[in-house]
């Protein structure tokens, strides 16, 4: 099994609609990240979480919201569903030592998400 | 925030030859320079980190050289086999908030 695993994998919606993307990780890291894929852009960061009672905003948090319900969940959200919010969407832990992060990402498989 | 710039965006090359891929970044505290590979329909993965502290890391066929004077890192991969075909990031802090090129899509013919 995945150490970080997302639902859905793929999934049309139309616009307006409410969209949550959810990822839950094996890991036992507490740090955790959302960040969305368009091709020639890159990956980048909507929301990053360093525990569960700590929440950031991105480089691109605009119409994206989202909940740390447990150390091992981090769920994105998308209020009204736009079509230029269409792209790959990847969850990512990292663990930390002595309160620093090691560096290294570990992602998901990806969410692609297509709005209509 | 930090701007890093990845050349090329493409890349294709015939099996058994080099591929260098450079990023260039913006700012001189930078001192973490990670490499992820992405095959397709996976989510990236990490293949080699550098420090600042250091100007060359090797990994088997894989390396990473650094110049913080002009503030690029490339990265180098030689005797290029099909399973290197994959979409490769650089990345630079900060620190757990990772900040990612645009990518290079690296084809490898046989």
């Known amino acids: 099994d995945a150490d970080v695993t997302q639902t859905p994998r793929n999934r049309i919606t139309k616009t307006g609609k409410r969209i949550m993307l959810e990822c839950s990780q094996t890991?036992?890291?507490?740090?955790m990240y959302w960040y969305r894929q368009d091709p020639g852009l890159g990956l980048r960061l909507i929301y990053y979480s360093f525990d569960v009672k700590d929440i950031n905003k991105g480089e691109i948090s605009d119409g994206y919201s989202v909940s740390r319900q447990a150390q091992a969940k981090f769920s994105l959200s998308l209020e009204s569903a736009i079509p230029n919010q269409t792209a790959l969407y990847f969850c990512?832990?990292?663990?930390?030592?002595?309160?620093?992060?090691?560096?290294?990402?570990?992602f998901g498989e990806g969410s692609r998400l297509t709005v209509l | 925030g930090e701007n890093v710039e990845q050349h090329p965006s493409t890349l294709s090359v015939q099996e058994g030859d080099s591929a260098v891929i450079k990023c260039t970044y913006s700012?001189?505290?930078?001192?973490?320079f990670p490499w992820y590979k992405q095959e397709l329909g996976k989510g990236p993965q990490l293949i080699i980190d550098?420090?600042?502290?250091?100007g060359e890391k090797k990994d088997q066929r894989i390396a990473v050289t650094l110049n913080k004077t002009a503030k690029h890192f490339s990265l180098h991969i030689t005797e290029t086999q099909p399973e290197d075909s994959a979409v490769y990031f650089c990345?630079?802090?900060?620190?757990?908030?990772?900040?990612f090129g645009a990518g290079t899509q690296v084809v490898v013919t046989p």
């Open positions: 890991k036992g890291h507490d740090r």
């Open positions: 550098i420090r600042s502290n250091v």
């Open positions: 990345a630079v802090p900060p620190w757990g908030k990772l900040q």
């Open positions: 990512a832990t990292s663990s930390t030592q002595q309160g620093f992060s090691t560096g290294e990402l570990f």
């Open positions: 700012d001189s505290a930078s001192n973490y």
